[in-house]
């Protein structure tokens, strides 16, 4: 007997639920606009009948659910005519097998109660946790991450880069003599990325760029400065220091969606965690027992990696 923890299994099962949110919300707008021009839409509003048999809004909503990945595949207007079509061959087929017997089987009992369950656990997902998921609970953790922000040196500069130590010596005592550094950048770096913007590389912090560009950058103390000519792996570099600064967070508004889906899977896995307290597993084979054991060990190297990486 075993209490599982499960985090593994859990990151991934959210995952699958959350990939369909961007389709189904896309798909909610294109079905609503032509239709609110005609008249008020609800779940209920029928949209085709089949027989005695009708499909409606809500329909065409759960359908968008499953075939969220094939939707994200389509163009908007194509969305609707393919749910509808879906529903259509559903309901017919659906019929068929109902007339062969097909819903009295055991097997079929067994289904339908996994697609009950799925369902249920798909609602409680959307009112219990992601219905907990506020804009107060997201500008909170938001807030709690700029109280811990540190900040650190960035620098914003320029810099031409030529093949050989001689050329960058040469264009150092021409900068020397007065010379434009944005033209020269233009007509003779070979930075495919900078050199068109007369050497703009813009803001970069420490750990950014190659180790020797790096040192040599952050070794400039005053705006308009010139290094002497560097060497790194990709050339030699001359570079010019434009302003110096201490980073700062980024706005709510820049990260606002990956904070949200961060608060998401706290809130997920607390949530699952508490329904889990008390709960008794017993996985009766061995070799996908062992399996979930490793899955287990992992997680906390894995979310580590993670956190790192950030």
Do not use: C
Request: charged letters at 20%.
């Amino acid at each position: 007997m075993k209490n599982f923890s499960l985090r593994l299994v859990r990151t991934i099962s959210l995952a699958a639920l959350l990939v369909s949110a961007p389709a189904v919300a896309s798909f909610a707008q294109d079905a609503a606009a032509p239709a609110a021009e005609a008249a008020a839409v609800t779940p209920e509003t029928v949209i085709a009948t089949i027989g005695d048999e009708t499909i409606t809004e809500a329909d065409l909503s759960f359908a968008a659910e499953d075939l969220a990945q094939d939707l994200a595949q389509m163009p908007p207007e194509e969305r609707r005519p393919f749910l509808l079509r879906v529903l259509i061959d559903m309901k017919v087929m659906a019929g068929a097998a109902k007339d062969a017997g097909m819903d009295q089987t055991p097997l079929f009992a067994q289904r339908l109660n996994y697609l009950e369950e799925r369902a249920l656990r798909r609602a409680y997902f959307a009112e219990a946790i992601a219905g907990a998921v506020t804009e107060e609970a997201v500008r909170a953790d938001y807030d709690a991450f700029v109280a811990q922000f540190t900040p650190t040196e960035e620098i914003s500069a320029a810099h031409i880069l030529v093949p050989t130590e001689e050329e960058a010596n040469a264009i150092k005592a021409e900068l020397d003599a007065g010379g434009d550094f944005a033209a020269i950048a233009k007509e003779k770096s070979i930075d495919p990325g900078s050199g068109a913007n007369g050497g703009e590389l813009g803001f970069f912090g420490k750990g950014m760029m190659v180790l020797q560009f790096e040192e040599a950058a952050f070794a400039l103390t005053e705006p308009g400065q010139v290094s002497a000519p560097v060497q790194s792996q990709f050339g030699w570099h001359i570079i010019k220091l434009a302003e110096k600064r201490q980073s700062q967070p980024p706005t709510f508004e820049q990260v606002a969606p990956q904070v949200q889906q961060q608060v998401l899977m706290t809130t997920f896995n607390n949530k699952v965690e508490e329904l889990m307290s008390g709960v008794e597993i017993n996985i009766t084979d061995p070799a996908l027992a062992a399996a979930m054991e490793a899955q287990d060990a992992a997680a906390p190297a894995a979310e580590e990696a993670e956190a790192a990486a950030q």
